[in-house]
């Protein structure tokens, strides 16, 4: 039951956040600055979620094959190629480089 607590009580926290935003004036989501905030949040967002599945196993840093799939990643998005391109050829760079032991 003690796990159970947390995952109630960020739920909550969650649906009332999400509900907060109805109750939000007209005037503050018009404001230039709160759409800028708004349109740049979910990309700093991700980039930091990559960034730490990348380069972190736990509480240590690590350079691995991982890198090598997001440089590609990085330089397919670059040349504006499919998104699903994208995912796959990452992936099979990795795996790849991880089956003929070229990182671990």
């Known amino acids: 039951m003690n796990l159970w607590i947390p995952v109630l ?5 969650t649906f009332a956040f999400k ?4 109750f939000v004036p007209d005037r503050f989501t018009q404001h230039p600055h709160f759409n800028q ?4 949040l979910p990309i700093g967002l ?3 979620l990559i960034a730490v599945q990348t380069f972190a196993s736990g509480q240590a840093i ?4 991982r890198i090598v799939g997001a ?4 330089l397919l998005l670059m040349r504006k190629m499919p998104f699903i391109i994208v995912v796959f050829t990452a992936a099979f760079v990795t795996a790849v480089g991880r089956h003929f032991g070229l990182w671990i």
């Not at 509900?19 to 109805?22: L, M, P």
């Open 9 to 13: 009580v960020a739920t909550a926290g």
């Open 19 to 22: 509900a907060a935003g109805y």
């Open 37 to 40: 905030v708004a349109r740049l």
């Open 46 to 48: 991700l980039t930091g």
């Open 62 to 65: 690590v350079l691995d094959g």
């Open 71 to 74: 440089g590609v990643a990085v």
